[in-house]
DNA sequence: TCTAGCACTCTCGGGTGGCGAGTGCTAACC
DNA sequence: GGTTAGCACTCGCCACCCGAGAGTGCTAGA
């Protein structure tokens, strides 16, 4: 049974070892938090508290360090969360609204602002092979023998991509054109534009299948945004070559992508927070993330995470990633309507 | 005076130290390469290439290693290039004319594929503050109340934006108004863009607006592509904590842009290597630079350089550097065409 | 149940010595 | 004069040892 002294004392072990980098020792506890007890006490309690298994010591003669379960109890009932502060808030904010009105460029700038809060690695992605229905195609007459394919995506994304043609063709054919795609496409997504293909010839072909190449790509991109390497690399968790080189040859996006959680499991609004051996992967083991998604209103379209060592500030990481999580997900709608 | 025995000597100190990244013995010059004299002999040849600043010593029982004036030397009249084969250049132009025909995707492409190539870093800038005009423009409906802007530039970037309007409008007066500020944009920029718009007003000034601000953007953009940090980080010279951290730091896309040599005084086809201390900044003193740069036949429009230690293989980076450039060139002639 | 005291364990840093790699120098040789 | 063999010398590297310090667990007593 844990009790309740026993609990703060984890607490401490934690808010203190996050801050540090050392295992801490019963002398360090007595002498920077008041307790009323002496060093003597708190070890026997340390002691209690490593046969539970929340916390370990690295050799002999080492102060104590906490186990992914000790962390795991300290984010779930002890840690105090550091809430974002309304100047924060609004500075960030501000950023948001200063930039294009494009997913891409917020997801980007989304990527950058929590890094650098955070100081640590921020991951944003779209997920791959979710389903992506077209908006609206509209086809714009590059030169006379090349044509534009502009297709806007229900999450708000515009691909475009350039259809070469066999003959010149005059705007008017081409308005007639987008209609006819636009009536058979919108709401559906590549498939159907590769049946549609199949019923055109010549030139209209082209664009068709250049409209099912743009759903497919809107597919298969994905696109990923990392951020913050350096800052995290310069914790002292990194303070190895070999664990250096091993976080850089990891941190790819592609990588990083399989590893995230799926952003329907997470809902919008939550956050999730992954700790070491919580993670598939063998070399996250001394990794946690902070996970959120993001989404209109139809659903979470997206996944948004901090990465970082296991003895990372939670408290003050969890409620910055779902502020940043949720305004996207307030701009996505604003934009939507 | 340097002999010529002298000149190929050095060479081979300068190959095999780019080859095992430890300072070069007498006994493995003699061991590797089956020179007809003894080690006594080219001891007091490597002396004579100490006294005259090719190669240093580390301390007085080692080899010997190249200073940056014994690399310019091997770069500019010993050293061996290894062209690009014929089957590695079909692999790299295929992979270029599977991507999207977008000079943006090239780039990416580009600095993917250099960075794997020669294993260290690729640096794609397209400089800034360039004067980048306007070959066409577009208008889109996408609701009732937005129009996208597409313009498409000279060095064949395709932009977008999307400008909110105040009132519905219908889609001839879009063409109307796209006609015209084609008939006015077309070959000039932003600044034109902005005495256009102050003529109108209501939604067409917003939409003339938006067209400013496309080319705005296409001027600062500057996009800057850096790949291969990791490959670049697996070498010796980054064993040490503080080297590793040192460079993660520096090769940030905005510090690069800056240090990169001017394209127009490069030229297209030719490369330039810039070795050490040749570099301005006091972080590059113990990096080299390949740099080329690209464009179409009216000129340099963008840099493409390969960074790494000193300790670079030159004969292979340079051809390959070239290459890339050449490519690249040649693909946005094309697409120009 | 808490505390003071103490023996014990283990890491870390500094110092030491031997080894090996390479060099420069010198004297002899072609 | 250039080349070579031999040798003394220098210096970095590594393994090893040792002492100091940190921190613990245990025990006996309040």
Same mark, same amino acid.
Not at 87 to 95: F, L, P, S, W
Not at 182 to 207: F, K, P, T
């Given at each position: 049974?844990?009790?309740?002294?026993?609990?703060?004392?984890?607490?401490?072990?934690? $808010?203190? @070892?996050?801050?540090?980098?050392?295992?801490?020792?019963?002398?360090?506890?007595?002498?920077?938090?008041?307790?009323?007890?002496?060093?003597?006490?708190?070890?026997?309690?340390?002691?209690?508290?490593?046969?539970?298994?929340?916390?370990?010591? +690295?050799?002999?003669?080492? &102060?104590?360090?906490?186990?992914?379960?000790? @962390?795991?109890? @300290?984010?779930?009932?002890?840690?105090?969360?550091?809430?974002?502060?309304?100047?924060?808030?609004?500075?960030?904010?501000?950023? /948001?609204?200063?930039?294009? +009105?494009?997913?891409?460029?917020?997801?980007?700038?989304?990527?950058?602002?929590?890094?650098?809060?955070?100081?640590?690695?921020?991951?944003?992605?779209?997920?791959?092979?979710?389903?992506?229905?077209?908006?609206? #195609?509209?086809?714009?007459?590059?030169?006379?023998?090349?044509?534009?394919?502009?297709?806007?995506?229900?999450?708000?994304?515009?691909?475009?991509?350039?259809?070469?043609?066999?003959?010149?063709?005059?705007?008017?054919?081409?308005?007639?054109?987008?209609?006819?795609?636009?009536?058979?496409?919108? &709401?559906? $997504?590549?498939?159907?534009?590769?049946?549609?293909?199949?019923?055109?010839? &010549?030139?209209?072909?082209?664009?068709?299948?250049?409209?099912?190449?743009?759903?497919?790509?809107?597919?298969?991109?994905?696109?990923? @945004?990392?951020?913050?390497?350096?800052?995290?690399?310069?914790?002292?968790? /990194?303070?190895?070559?070999?664990?250096?080189?091993?976080?850089?040859?990891?941190?790819?996006?592609?990588?990083?992508?399989?590893?995230?959680? $799926?952003?329907?499991?997470? &809902?919008?609004?939550?956050?999730? #927070?992954?700790?070491?051996?919580?993670?598939?992967?063998?070399?996250?083991? $001394?990794?946690?993330?902070?996970?959120?998604? /993001?989404?209109?209103?139809?659903?979470? #379209?997206?996944?948004?995470?901090?990465?970082? +060592?296991?003895?990372?500030?939670?408290?003050?990481?969890? +409620?910055?990633?779902?502020?940043?999580?949720?305004?996207?997900?307030?701009?996505?709608?604003?934009?939507?309507?």
């Amino acid at each position: 049974m844990l009790t309740k002294r026993r609990a703060a004392l984890l607490g401490l072990v934690v $808010d203190e @070892y996050i801050d540090t980098a050392t295992p801490v020792s019963s002398r360090a506890l007595a002498a920077r938090h008041g307790l009323g007890v002496s060093t003597a006490t708190i070890r026997s309690e340390l002691a209690r508290l490593e046969d539970e298994g929340y916390i370990a010591q +690295p050799h002999t003669s080492a &102060g104590r360090v906490p186990l992914d379960r000790g @962390y795991r109890l @300290y984010v779930e009932e002890i840690m105090a969360e550091e809430p974002v502060g309304l100047n924060e808030q609004r500075t960030i904010a501000h950023q /948001f609204h200063q930039a294009e +009105p494009r997913l891409d460029d917020w997801l980007g700038l989304a990527a950058t602002l929590l890094a650098g809060s955070v100081t640590n690695i921020a991951v944003i992605a779209r997920p791959q092979g979710q389903d992506v229905r077209l908006r609206h #195609v509209q086809l714009v007459e590059l030169t006379a023998d090349s044509v534009l394919v502009v297709a806007v995506l229900e999450d708000g994304r515009v691909l475009q991509r350039i259809a070469s043609l066999g003959q010149p063709v005059d705007q008017d054919a081409l308005a007639v054109l987008a209609r006819r795609l636009s009536a058979r496409l919108v &709401g559906s $997504d590549a498939a159907a534009g590769r049946v549609l293909a199949e019923e055109l010839a &010549g030139d209209e072909q082209r664009i068709a299948l250049a409209t099912a190449e743009l759903l497919d790509e809107s597919h298969q991109a994905g696109e990923t @945004y990392v951020e913050g390497l350096r800052a995290a690399l310069e914790q002292p968790e /990194f303070s190895s070559v070999q664990r250096m080189l091993e976080a850089v040859r990891h941190l790819q996006a592609y990588e990083l992508l399989h590893t995230l959680p $799926d952003p329907q499991q997470i &809902g919008r609004g939550a956050t999730r #927070v992954v700790i070491g051996h919580e993670n598939g992967s063998p070399w996250l083991q $001394d990794w946690s993330m902070v996970v959120s998604a /993001f989404g209109d209103r139809d659903g979470a #379209v997206g996944t948004i995470a901090v990465l970082g +060592p296991t003895r990372m500030r939670y408290g003050y990481t969890i +409620p910055r990633v779902r502020y940043v999580a949720a305004l996207i997900s307030s701009l996505l709608e604003r934009m939507h309507r």
